[in-house]
Nanobody
Framework: QVHLVESGGGLVQAGGSLRLACAAS????????MGWYRQAADKEREYIGS???????NYNEYLKGRFTLSRDNAESTMSLQMDSLTTEDTAVYYC??????????WGQGTQVTVSS
């Protein structure tokens, strides 16, 4: 089983940047891809992006350019760099890890609040 812990959330002013991290432990050799979702209050969960074991990255087209994913396979960590933040980016951010069979484990989430 894979255990995920997000970190780096907090309060930031609009226009600022924040970097989230997701650390995986446990059976990390089973991880085929890792990614991020977010969920704002009273909104559906929104896909942010994902990165495969081989380094292929996919992004939500609406966030690409402001959000950047990176992954350190050796350390089983993944980062999400968020720039030019707006109040619309306020949400709880969740990382996940997926196996080759598509099974997903989720982190507990980290709150990001962007003030105007």
């Amino acid at each position: 089983q894979v255990h995920l812990v997000e970190s780096g959330g907090g309060l930031v002013q609009a226009g600022g940047s924040l970097r989230l991290a997701c650390a995986a432990s446990g059976t990390t050799y089973k991880i085929a891809a890792m990614g991020w979702y977010r969920q704002a209050a009273d909104k559906e969960r929104e896909y942010i992006g994902s990165i495969t074991r081989g380094g292929t990255i996919n992004y939500n087209e609406y966030l690409k350019g402001r959000f950047t994913l990176s992954r350190d396979n050796a350390e089983s960590t993944m980062s999400l760099q968020m720039d030019s933040l707006t109040t619309e980016d306020t949400a709880v951010y969740y990382c996940y890890a997926a196996t080759d069979l598509g099974f997903r484990e989720w982190g507990q989430g980290t709150q990001v609040t962007v003030s105007s």
